[in-house]
């Protein structure tokens, strides 16, 4: 009886079969999830736990009864999600500077783009670096240069004397962490420069064709197009940004637009769509052919190889990989005579991407094109059976699909974008109308056009065309982005809210019947644990050169300037837009310029910087119990905890919570993973208490 009762939730599921495959992406999620949670490095214990279970789940599979098939492929997945990443990590594990480095760099161009400040940044590899044994595979160097100096292009090997430090981590606990981005990207320094680039070899024959072709197609469309308008073209056509200004890409983010930008899954569906429409119908006006040819199956073959193409030219980031598994597979199911776009049709994009490169997990293009698709199948499957068969006029299906599509994929992927990005764009929807069909009617259908005809000296009406369109989209977005309210800031959620919102994505997708309704659950938990985050009361950066103390107006910081991405991303953190000049003038601190003065649950603090700093300690120190201090201190006076630039390169960021009658500080670096930095000596990350509390708490007779 008691087994019955058991097996009768296994019993259910026999019946299931296929239905259950879009479950496999979500469980092997489940298990990359887990490995990237993990506190401290995996060893390989975990990894033979994890591929004994994938052996004995293989196992039920084979020979058990079939009641235990579907469980038995629950845990091979799970274990799978582990194993591809600790195989991954193997694969992909490459040296990262480890000190700060000045002096000449040496490497060939791969990558081209823009820094946040808006200066051109190169990407390099076979680096070589003065007196360095093992130098990283690939570094970033950002071009600061105010005196003319070489052009760099793909396959050139240049030489620059540049400033290289390893990629920076967190700015507190929990935030984006730079530096395991970098690792999967085997990036192992980033800097800048202020000398000119020279050319130390010019580019190879036959090396870096697609870089050197990309970057040719980019600029002879950037001089065909002038101005952000061709900047904007090249970089949706061939993701080569580098003409595009910060200005523009803040405009692109403030109005919901920046995914007509990103080479994702829209942009290669309305190219693939031309693409396949133009040989499809094009075929069908030569009798001949059409009588004697499947041309839908002919379109799709090409249209394959030119998304394949195209993923080359775009530079193979995460985004277009993604795309294009899933047109691919959208084009194979076309070939195949199946339906071409089924919720079984993306677990197999989503299962192969988890598989082959499962840190995709983390990226919010990841997040955010997965769940707009599924929502998408099935909001347009729904509406189908109820709506638009035979209900709707041509002239009004267009529109009617147009708008759904944008509620549909702006709601799936709201949630997303506010997590990652601490912003809701209140006049998105409006932006999305405005632009989508431009973008899907003539940006890419002329870009297409454009390279036909290009060989034939007629490409001057398609780009003037596209020109025309990219205009268009460029006012919407300055226009959206410059309307009052045209951005909501929101605060950083805790790090179980996004697992609870795809958990109850996914059982509203996927589950059956009434039941489904039970995802209100999860989604009504992750919003009130959204709303109950704590903030921390107090940040100290990494090098201690800012203070951010939340105080009556949001959080002060201690200073104007300096550590400006730490203080531009803990304010947008806090759901605050702020400028950091402005967050610098609010209530929170006293003091002059250098040596600021604080006090938050009855802990007093000192921010010390500038020239003297460190022989201002000893004073600071006699009036509060912590002092923040930019430069190292070897004798710290006793007395108080002093947090020098020292002992914070070893911690990272400090985040310090209210706990009792003192504070709760949270070391960033406390996560011993294989792309964080080492953390070397014992580190005192005792709470700290009021200087009364202290004296309370002392034995009798100290």
């Known amino acids: 009886m008691l087994i019955g009762r058991l097996t009768r939730p296994m019993v259910s599921l026999q019946g299931a079969g296929a239905a259950l495959f879009p479950w496999v992406p979500l469980l092997i999620g489940c298990g990359v999830g887990g490995w990237f949670a993990l506190p401290t490095e995996p060893g390989l214990p975990l990894y033979a736990v994890a591929v004994a279970l994938l052996a004995l789940a ?87 240069s105010k005196t003319p100096g070489h052009a760099p292009l793909p396959g050139q090997i240049v030489m620059v004397t540049a400033h290289l430090a390893a990629p920076e981590g967190p700015v507190e606990p929990g935030a984006f962490d730079f530096r395991r981005m970098a690792f999967f990207d085997r990036l192992g320094a980033v800097g800048y420069t202020t000398a000119p ?125 993604r795309a294009f598994i899933m047109v691919s597979v959208m084009l194979g199911a076309v070939l195949l005579d199946r339906r071409a776009l089924t919720l079984r049709s993306v677990a ?15 990226d919010p293009g990841f997040q955010m094109s997965f769940a707009a698709t599924v929502a998408l199948i099935v909001g347009f499957q729904a509406v189908d059976r109820q709506v638009m068969r035979g209900r709707l006029s041509p002239w009004m299906l267009p529109v009617f699909t147009l708008v759904l599509s944008s509620l549909i994929g702006g709601f799936a992927t709201a949630p997303f974008a506010a997590a990652h990005f601490n912003r809701f764009t209140d006049y998105g ?164 310029e250098g040596e600021k003065r604080f006090t938050v649950a009855g802990v007093t603090g000192v921010a010390l910087k500038g020239k003297g700093a460190a ?15 930019s430069v190292p201190v070897p004798d710290p006076p006793p007395g108080c905890r002093v947090l020098d630039e020292a002992l914070l390169a070893r911690t990272g960021t400090l985040a310090l919570y209210p706990d009792g009658t003192g504070l709760r500080i949270v070391a960033t670096k406390a996560q011993g993973r294989v792309w964080s930095a080492p953390v070397r000596g014992d580190i005192d990350l005792a709470p700290l208490r009021p200087r009364a509390a202290q004296l309370a708490a002392a034995p009798v007779g100290q």
């Open 58 to 144: 293989v196992a039920l599979r084979l020979w058990a009864p079939e009641v235990f098939h579907a469980p038995a492929i629950a845990v091979l997945c799970v274990a799978a999600g582990v194993l591809a990443c600790g195989v991954r990590v193997q694969m992909v594990q490459a040296p990262m500077l480890d000190f700060r480095y000045y002096g000449p760099v040496t490497g060939r161009v791969v990558g081209i783009d823009r820094s946040q400040t808006d200066a051109l940044r190169i990407t390099l590899d076979q680096v070589w670096l003065d007196r360095v044994r093992d130098p990283p595979e690939r570094v970033r160097v950002a071009l600061r």
């Open 429 to 592: 929807l409006l932006a999305n109308l405005m632009t989508v069909p431009v973008m899907g009617a003539v940006v890419m259908p002329a870009g297409a056009m454009a390279a036909l005809l290009a060989p034939f000296g007629l490409a001057a009406l398609p780009l003037w065309l596209m020109e025309m369109g990219s205009a268009w989209i460029l006012f919407v977005a300055h226009w959206i982005a410059g309307l009052e309210g045209a951005v909501t800031a929101i605060a950083a959620p805790g790090p179980v809210v996004l697992p609870l919102i795809a958990a109850a994505g996914a059982w509203l997708t996927l589950g059956r019947g009434a039941w489904r309704w039970g995802a209100l659950a999860p989604a009504l938990l992750a919003v009130l644990l959204w709303g109950a985050t704590a903030r921390p009361v107090v940040l100290v950066s990494d090098d201690g050169a800012l203070v951010g103390v939340m105080g009556p107006e949001g959080r002060a910081l201690s200073a104007g300037r300096g550590a400006g991405f730490a203080a531009q991303n803990w304010l947008e953190n806090d759901g605050d837009l702020a400028p950091q000049t402005e967050a610098a003038s609010r209530p929170g601190f006293e003091g002059v």
């Open 348 to 362: 197999v994009a989503g299962t192969i991407l988890l598989l082959w490169k499962p840190e995709s997990l983390l």
């Open 615 to 629: 022989a201002r300690v000893a004073a600071a120190c006699a009036v509060a119990e912590v002092v923040v201090v």
């Open 197 to 321: 680039v020279m050319l130390w070899e010019p580019t190879a024959p036959g090396a870096r064709p697609v870089d050197r072709l990309r970057s040719y197609l980019a600029a002879e469309m950037r001089a065909a197009m002038p101005g952000q308008d061709g900047a904007f073209a090249a970089g949706a056509m061939t993701g080569d940004r580098s003409g595009i200004t910060a200005d523009t890409v803040q405009a692109l983010r403030d109005s919901s637009l920046a995914h007509l930008l990103a080479i994702s899954g829209m942009n290669l569906a309305f190219l693939i769509a031309f693409i396949f429409g133009l040989i499809r119908y094009g075929l069908a006006l030569v009798p001949p052919v059409a009588l004697r040819v499947n041309t839908k199956k002919v379109a799709a073959a090409v249209s394959l190889a030119v998304a394949a193409f195209y993923l080359l030219l775009s530079g193979a980031n995460v985004a277009t990989e």
